[in-house]
């Protein structure tokens, strides 16, 4: 099967369109964050970088730690950004961009988020750090894809959403790779992430419009299910978490929490509690 111009885009330089990067440029190994500043922040920790991209807000950096190769790419802000990296990271290495056809033996990939976070539990602290057991999704990007979910994801879905009672949002869920999670956030806290489609509204956030469901991260902090609970919110996950299990590959999100809802706190110093996180991150990445 040839996959159409139109569908897979592939710039005059030979490289997927909107990351700008071709076959070789990427490590198996995948940092994702959000800012693009904040690629260089991990990059410098690096022995060697022997490939720089960057497209609109997609900023790439391969390297070496030793002997391990590893990418960090930014993703810029929510769902539908990371819905163009993880496809066209995944297109990368399973089609043969000059066939068009995918590839008869498929590549798994691991992809790492390392990013910002609120937290709507009182009793976890600005600045700490939080491993994502799972995910529910706020967001509609995973039901436009076809795939059989788990038994497990069905119940926790059907756990939060009758909870949660909102009147036209249908959460959905995904957990976290087993195999990331034991090796990687060793003493972090860890439970559901919720992401968020937006950042003002949707996260319950009032300027001049008022928000439908002003009260929910509220709602969702008192929700538990079998010892798990929700823990924090961002924006990312749940499409990182959904489109990499259904495309076959693993990914766990690590978040430094820099705000504390419930409390009304936010970190004196943002900057360095993520450079905190990026140091701990990479200590673990290079053994996997």
């Known amino acids: 099967m040839s996959i159409k111009p139109s569908e897979l885009i592939i710039n005059d330089k030979g490289r997927i369109y909107h990351i700008d990067c071709g076959p070789d440029d990427l490590a198996n190994t995948i940092i994702t964050v959000g800012d693009p500043d904040r690629v260089k922040r991990v990059s410098k920790y690096f022995d060697k970088i022997e490939v720089i991209r960057s497209h609109r807000e997609f900023v790439t950096h391969t390297g070496y730690i030793g002997n391990k190769r590893i990418s960090v790419i930014s993703t810029g802000i929510g769902p539908d950004n990371i819905d163009i990296v993880i496809n066209e990271i995944d297109a990368l290495f ?11 033996n ?98 319950g956030r009032k300027l001049r419009l008022t928000p439908r469901y002003n009260d929910f991260l509220e709602k969702a902090s008192q929700w538990s299910m079998d010892d ?61």
């Open 94 to 104: 399973n089609i043969n961009l000059a066939t068009r056809s995918p590839e008869a």
């Open 106 to 203: 498929r590549t798994s990939l691991k992809f790492i988020r390392i990013g910002t976070s609120g937290t709507l539990q009182r009793d976890i602290p600005v600045d700490s750090f939080i491993k994502s057991q799972g995910v529910f999704g706020l967001d509609n990007l995973m039901y436009f894809y076809q795939y059989e979910k788990e038994k497990s994801l069905e119940n926790l879905e059907k756990s939060f959403n009758a909870f949660m009672k909102f009147e036209d949002v249908k959460a959905y869920a995904f957990m976290s790779s087993d195999d990331l999670s034991q090796k990687l956030g060793k003493g972090f806290i860890q439970g559901m992430t919720i992401t968020c489609p937006g950042f003002y509204g949707p996260q």
């Open 228 to 288: 798990i609970r929700a823990t924090n919110f961002e924006m990312e996950t749940s499409a990182i978490y959904g489109l990499s299990h259904v495309l076959g590959h693993d990914a766990l999100s690590l978040s430094a929490i820099i705000a504390n809802r419930p409390n009304g706190t936010f970190s004196k110093d943002p900057y360095n509690t993520v450079e905190s996180l990026i140091q701990s991150a990479l200590a673990e990445i290079v053994d996997l």
